[in-house]
């Protein structure tokens, strides 16, 4: 209804407009001006995307050219020798972002069910609004705990305590370093739960009330309401959180820098130092030593934004099904 | 009816405890956070913060006086460059785009807010720096620009959208032409949640540094072009706290401290414009 009323309004106007353009045609160049300037700057935004797709292609096509696919599956990396393997940053990017994503899920959606559903509404919305005020910290600041604070306490007492009791599983294995995958694991776990917990709870808050009420009244205790009424339908929108979430993880750059180690090798060890795509950009972008160099952290880049892409446009298609146009679904 | 505590009962009450103790293993941490910046930044602060920039290695004392300016510059120049664009691009979608074309324009603003923001970075070095041939805080500001402009559009484009076709209409039944009355009528009645989004929009660039790295690149010193390399507080936070000194370390928690308390302020100020009544 809404809709449809504004659409008609919004109609009306352009007609109007278009007749004042016809009855005095000196006074609508106004409007005609003002109208091509905004789409000019609207049109600016899909410029901008094109331009940032074609620059980034272009500039790898030199490393794309030279190396092929077998760029992805490479192991060593040694820009002076101009040996370029990718894979170490490809499983680091995956590694530490899938793990991160396992630890914070859970966490998230008990939070998010903590605020909508338990918690007295003040303590729910204090509780909420802490997460999104958190989730606005830069994640530099991130980084800055997690080099000084947190790595030195997992190199004292988190690792040592890792080896000597769970050692004899390969992840537990090597020397306590401090900063390690495992540290990223944690950085990122950290800043993805904010974010994961107030999308969450945004789609359970888009949950119709009948569909609870519905539960209750069948005699369902608070715990199989949510279940059994609540989980069921905002699925595919928590699973665009989480997917959300993971596309975060995976183009998180500075935190991850500065607490991973960078150092380009594949360890089984979760304890040893590891390195991310957008962690190797960042470190060696600025100061690349060839030509071929340069050409190669820009495929790494463009590798990152292929699958971010494609992993933040799967989120949105997930989210908007549950927050938007719920009223036509099987309630 | 008789009511023994079932199984059942007892799921609920233990899936309570856990959700429970969820919501503490999230605040914990960013709690310690908050206490550490708090703590760390309070003890090392000083009046020389604002006043001096970073001393040379092995003398103490300093400040990051240039990268509170060079952050303010770049905010500003990105701005200027993104608030247009993002402003009156939404004008755009609400007032003409009810067509593909606009829903095209917000699915490309939803992509490149997802794009990661070093990425961004990368660009503006391709477009800015390699044809300028140096660093320089000009192609900071424009990454930091490309970040700010779907924000801005996407958060406007909301509260055009709420601004109630009749306003318009009573506008242009006065004989108002149209693009006086988006101007006058539209813009100016969605003003505080406008200037919401652009605090937010605000907030998320003060803190970023990953797009910075290879266009403003950071300076130890005063800039006096925006052709050249200029500071900011993230660069300087990052550097110095990967750097092997307690003295850097101590400035890094210093910015840290400012930098958290001045995104707090925004968020605040953001939310007390983001309450004012409207449309009543």
């Known amino acids: 209804m809404e809709i449809t009323k504004t659409m008609t309004s919004a109609m009306d106007r352009e007609t109007a407009a278009a007749k004042t353009a016809f009855i005095s045609g000196n006074k609508a160049w106004g409007d005609r001006l003002f109208r091509w300037l905004t789409l000019g700057f609207s049109a600016s935004i899909l410029l901008i995307l094109l331009i940032m797709a074609f620059e980034m292609i272009k500039e790898s096509l030199p490393a794309i050219r030279k190396f092929g696919w077998g760029f992805t599956i490479g192991k060593d990396w040694d820009p002076v020798q101009e040996q370029f393997g990718a894979l170490p940053f490809l499983y680091g990017s995956v590694v530490s972002s899938i793990l991160a994503i396992l630890m914070a899920t859970p966490l998230s959606v008990g939070t998010a069910l903590f605020i909508t559903d338990i918690a007295p509404k003040k303590l729910g919305g204090a509780v909420s609004s802490l997460v999104e005020l958190l989730a606005a910290i830069p994640s530099v600041i991130y980084g800055l705990w997690g080099v000084l604070v947190m790595a030195p306490w997992l190199q004292k007492t988190v690792q040592p305590f890792l080896i000597d009791h769970f050692g004899f599983i390969p992840l537990f294995q090597g020397a306590p370093y401090g900063v390690s995958m495992l540290a990223a694991i944690f950085i990122l776990m950290i800043m993805i739960v904010p974010i994961i917990t107030s999308i969450t709870k945004e789609v359970l808050t888009a949950v119709p009330t009948a569909q609870k009420e519905a539960a209750y009244a069948l005699g369902a205790t608070r715990w199989e309401m949510l279940r059994v009424a609540l989980l069921p339908y905002a699925r595919s929108g928590i699973l665009g959180a989480v997917i959300l979430g993971l596309g975060r993880a995976i183009g998180e750059t500075m935190a991850v820098t500065m607490v991973i180690g960078n150092t380009p090798q594949i360890a089984l060890s979760l304890l040893a130092p590891g390195y991310t795509m957008p962690s190797v950009i960042a470190n060696e972008f600025a100061e690349t030593t060839s030509k071929l160099h340069a050409s190669v952290l820009m495929e790494i880049g463009l590798i990152l934004l292929v699958v971010t892409l494609i992993i933040n446009i799967m989120a949105r298609l997930l989210i908007w099904s549950v927050t938007r146009g719920n009223s036509g679904r099987s309630a | 009816m008789k009511r023994t505590p079932s199984i059942r009962l007892i799921k609920n009450g233990l899936m309570t405890l856990l959700m429970v103790a969820a919501t503490l293993a999230v605040l914990a941490p960013l709690g310690i956070i908050f206490v550490h910046i708090l703590k760390m930044g309070a003890s090392s602060i000083s009046l020389d913060f604002f006043t001096q920039i970073p001393k040379p290695t092995g003398e103490t004392g300093g400040g990051m006086a240039n990268g509170l300016a060079g952050s303010t510059i770049m905010i500003a120049m990105s701005s200027l460059i993104g608030l247009p664009v993002g402003i009156l691009g939404a004008v755009y979608l609400t007032e003409y785009g009810h067509n593909r074309f606009a829903d095209a324009i917000r699915f490309s603003a939803d992509v490149l807010a997802g794009v990661p923001s070093i990425i961004t970075g990368m660009v503006a070095y391709t477009l800015l720096v390699v044809p300028m ?148």
């Open chain 2, 133 to 280: 041939k140096g660093f320089s805080a000009l192609a900071g500001a424009v990454a930091l620009a490309l970040i700010m402009i779907p924000i801005v559009l996407r958060t406007t484009e909301e509260q055009l959208k709420l601004v109630p076709g009749t306003l318009r209409e009573a506008s242009l039944a006065l004989g108002v032409p149209l693009w006086r009355t988006t101007l006058q009528v539209t813009l100016a009645s969605a003003r505080t949640g406008i200037i919401t989004g652009i605090l937010l929009a605000i907030a998320r660039i003060a803190g970023e540094t990953a797009p910075l790295l290879f266009t403003a690149l950071g300076n130890q010193f005063w800039s006096r072009k925006l052709t050249e390399p200029m500071a900011a507080i993230p660069l300087q936070i990052f550097n110095f706290a990967i750097a092997p000194y307690e003295d850097w370390h101590k400035l890094a928690w210093a910015g840290a401290l400012v930098l958290v308390v001045i995104m707090f302020s925004l968020s605040l100020a953001a939310r007390y414009f983001g309450r004012q009544k409207r449309y009543s």
